[in-house]
């Protein structure tokens, strides 16, 4: 599990399976009932979710030294702690948040934390499976081949409350 770290390649110990903190708040973001002001870095969006926050701001050039003071170290370490109890803090409300959802998935979805790396769209397909008995079936593609696409358009709410019928329509999941 990390928070934008997806140039390292390493096995993750929940399940084989790599969770980046990042991609899952990126995937969800139109569900959360907050905006996100101040963008979407792990200090930002821990902030929003009053996960806390890292302390004061940072010299990031401290780590392309070769060599560092006792006092740069302490400072290093301090951020680096920091760093790790937002993610930490940060993975842990999001697998709360969502881990409701287990009991209503095949138990691989849940054993994998699936729940917490699929989109929205992918999770109501599996849900609808599972709940009525239909296998989960995809169509093969040669991924080698397939062009490189991050997922669909999400359009932020304009207004705060709609009353009256709403659609959501999900052309790519039909």
Known sequence: MNFKNKLFKYESNIANKHIDLYVTVQ?????????????????????????????????????????????????????LRQDLKLTKDLFYYLDDLYSMLKEFLPNYWGNKKKYLTSTTGAIAYAVICHMTGIPEKYKEHNTSKAPDFGGGLVIEPTKEEAIGACQCVDYASA
């Open 27 to 79: 995937n969800k973001k139109g569900e959360f009932n907050t905006k996100f002001e101040n963008g979407y870095g792990l200090n930002a969006v821990c902030k929003t979710f009053g996960l806390g926050e890292k302390i004061g701001d940072f010299d990031y050039n401290l780590f392309k030294k070769s060599e560092l003071t006792p006092e740069e170290k302490e400072d290093c370490e301090i951020y």
